[in-house]
């Protein structure tokens, strides 16, 4: 899987995983969704551990950049809200931090 693609589903499953326990403790949503919330978290911790780098903070920074994009997409798939002009140009940005960390020259 492109790394691209690792980190989108390492995304969708913390957001997913998150947002369960958002719906339990902020929207009355019963107990339960805690169970597919945790399973979902624990998919997020093994797909982020498969991206190829040889550190983990460097991962992990790249990472926040894609997680901040795909809960502008949660928002508006999901919850139902559009981001509007800031979203998107903050998340733009983010994006393009991210590729540096990712696909800066770095020294052997």
């Not at 957001?15 to 902020?26: E, H, K």
């Not at 978290?41 to 901040?68: E, K, T």
């Amino acid at each position: 899987m492109a790394v691209w693609a690792t980190y989108v589903a390492a995304a969708v499953a913390e957001i997913a995983g998150c947002f369960a326990f958002w719906a339990v403790l902020r929207l009355g949503k019963p107990s339960w969704w805690l169970v597919p919330g945790v399973l979902s978290l624990i998919v997020f911790a093994y797909a982020l551990s498969r991206i190829d780098a040889p550190f983990a903070g460097r991962a992990y920074a790249a990472y926040g950049g894609v997680y901040i994009a795909a809960s502008l997409g949660w928002l508006w798939l999901v919850e139902g809200a559009r981001p509007d002009r800031w979203d998107a140009l903050g998340a733009a940005i983010c994006l393009i931090g991210a590729a540096v960390i990712l696909f800066g020259p770095r020294a052997a």
